[in-house]
């Protein structure tokens, strides 16, 4: 019995051992590792103090006597023990930042992936309204061969008592207007009898936009400086109107599209007189049309941005 009495005490002096530090100099002991600590006794210099507990690089759990707190590690003997568990908490600090930089990148490539669709959805919207343009082209050139039928003048009368749309619908979510008219023929083009000079007029909720287009190559319509690239449309009244590109740079050669926001200001000047001329402002060079066949677009159409 006395031998396994002994044995058992070997064994939790081991074991307890390793768990031991002594003061290399005078330690206050606090009643928390954290902020607003109160010292609630002190150790002196040399003494042997029993190690509870390691939970950060700063401070470390003790006991003396009854006295049972925190004191600063640099107060105490570095153990092979102490080593051993600031290094598992520098490791678990290690691999929590590690993970934190990967959700981090995570939710950059997120975003970067989102923009990625956003700009593919954006690259086939363009495209569809190009798509469109071209199909209305052909639809025109098909047209303007019956001219002078009778179904021809019939067909303009219709087509400038009435509003035409690609898109005119109320958006169930946010109760906002989308309209998109389409292009309506304002001019023929001087050399190139088989295209026309075009616009065509479109709405957002509150916001309204005009675009203008031209089968004629005239460098760049760009939205970062306004006297590279504008339209004016001049009326009868010698009114003068200007729009200035807001859309993306386009450098196309063989046309010229300029896309506008339309004012309040800009539509009661354009509903005052029928147009007399439009000039066509890019990057490199201008074009002015003065053979207006649809002098009254602006006073028949714009009402079609307001009809529900």
Known sequence: MRKTILFFFLIFGVTNSQNNSTTKMKANV???????????CQINKGKEIEIIEITDTEYVKVKYKRCIGYVARITIIETEFIQTEIDKILNAQAEEEKQKKEREQKRLDSIAKRKEMLKKREKFRQDSIKEQKKKEIKEKIRARKLKDSI?????????????????NEVDKFTNKIRKVTEYYEIAEHSVYLENSVDIRLARNGNYKFIYFYIPEGLGCASPYNKNDSYVIVRLKNNVKVKFYHEDDIDCSSDAFMLVSSLTTAHINKLKSSPIE????????????????????????????????
């Open 30 to 40: 606090f009643n928390t590792n954290l902020a607003g600590k109160e010292i609630i």
């Open 277 to 308: 001329a439009i000039r066509f402002l890019g990057s490199e060079s201008y074009y002015d049309v003065e053979n207006i066949n649809y002098e009254n677009f602006f006073i028949d159409k714009l009402s079609c941005l307001n009809k529900n």
């Open 151 to 167: 179904a021809e003048v019939e067909r303009i009368k219709e087509r400038r008592s009435r509003c035409h749309y690609t898109q």
